[in-house]
């Protein structure tokens, strides 16, 4: 089964209203890492987070390793927050299972 | 500035034939990575490797070939293309350490025909 499950597969949100993005992984890991992927693009690393909480100004990553979960919470969300967001688990020196990420919309 | 540049963007390749994909980062990172992009799938491990001359078999390695000559490069190489191979394929670099500086490619579409 699937290792790595993302939750929502997308969301849609008015311009300052805050997003709540969920992982849940069924294996054991070094680290949980969050990406922001814009349409066509790259992605580019928002957390490393192997557990507790992180805060990076209107984004707070949190990783649970006894619940088996991480989470990525954008608070006060801007049009420029849309894109695909990306959690990925380091099982082992760097090795990465991705989960199928969630495609947010921020409405202006 | 520490960079991981890809090339080809974009490539149109005709079932057969061989492809090479072409990694160069500039961070000086040990480890580099390759993974794949389809819908409906996510992001899958293809090769990886931990320093020049070694490269390692990750989840779906079948159909793929891959060489690290230098700390700087990591290709990946399809000896005969399929369009199964169709694909957005990543490169990514990272440090050996905590692996918490990964960094990404920009991509290289790849169009097997």
């Known amino acids: 089964g699937q290792q790595v499950q993302q939750s929502p597969a997308s969301l849609v949100l008015q311009e300052g209203e805050n997003a709540e993005l969920q992982c849940n992984f069924s294996?054991?890991?070094?680290?949980m890492q969050w990406f922001y992927q814009r349409p066509g693009g790259s992605l580019v690393s928002l957390f490393y987070?192997?557990?507790g909480t992180k805060h990076s100004g209107r984004l707070t990553s949190t990783t649970v390793i006894k619940e088996r979960r991480s989470s990525l919470h954008i608070s006060s969300s801007q049009t420029t927050d849309s894109g695909t967001y990306l959690c990925?688990?380091?099982?082992?020196?760097?090795?990465?299972?991705f989960g199928q990420g969630t495609k947010l919309s921020i409405k202006p | 500035e520490a960079a991981v540049t890809q090339s080809p963007r974009n490539k149109v390749a005709v079932t057969g034939g061989k492809v090479t994909l072409s990694c160069n980062q500039t961070n000086n990172h040990n480890n580099m990575y390759w993974y794949r992009q389809d819908t409906g799938h996510g992001l899958r491990l293809i090769h990886y490797s931990y320093g020049a001359g070694s490269t390692e078999k990750g989840d779906i390695p079948d159909g793929y070939k891959a060489s690290r000559p230098s700390q700087e490069n990591f290709s990946l190489i399809l000896e005969l293309a399929t369009p199964s191979q169709t694909s957005v394929y990543f490169c990514a670099s990272a440090s050996d350490s905590s692996n918490s500086d990964y960094t990404f490619g920009s991509g290289t579409r790849l169009l097997v025909i």
């Open positions: 990925a688990l380091d099982y082992n020196q760097g090795k990465l299972i």
């Open positions: 987070n192997p557990s």
């Open positions: 294996t054991s890991l070094n680290s």
